[in-house]
């Protein structure tokens, strides 16, 4: 997972969509939270305060930074028998 984006999705004259930041939310995994991060920082700098795409895309960088550092548990979560994996911020 690299920081850099699709060229056409920073040309100045081009709408940032809510489709494209649910295509980079789409990948996000503590492993490459931090990076996904950066790029919807990047994607939603030049929208306005009020936009609902701007608004969206601030939450998704504050739980991409929570899952960063703190992991996430998707799916089941624990079962009986099985050892949870170790968190990162554990270590």
């Known amino acids: 997972m690299a920081e850099a984006e699709q060229p056409e999705r920073l040309q100045p004259q081009r709408q940032v969509t809510m489709e494209d930041l649910r295509q980079l939310m789409g990948g996000s995994?503590?492993?490459f939270a931090l990076q996904l991060r950066n790029r919807i920082r990047k994607l939603i700098a030049p929208l306005p305060p009020g936009d609902p795409v701007r608004a969206a895309g601030?939450?998704?960088i504050a739980r991409l930074e929570r899952i960063a550092f703190a992991g996430e548990i998707r799916g089941e979560g624990y079962q009986d028998g099985q050892r949870p994996?170790?968190?990162l911020a554990d270590e």
């Open 29 to 31: 995994t503590p492993h």
């Open 58 to 60: 601030e939450e998704e």
């Open 85 to 87: 994996l170790p968190s």
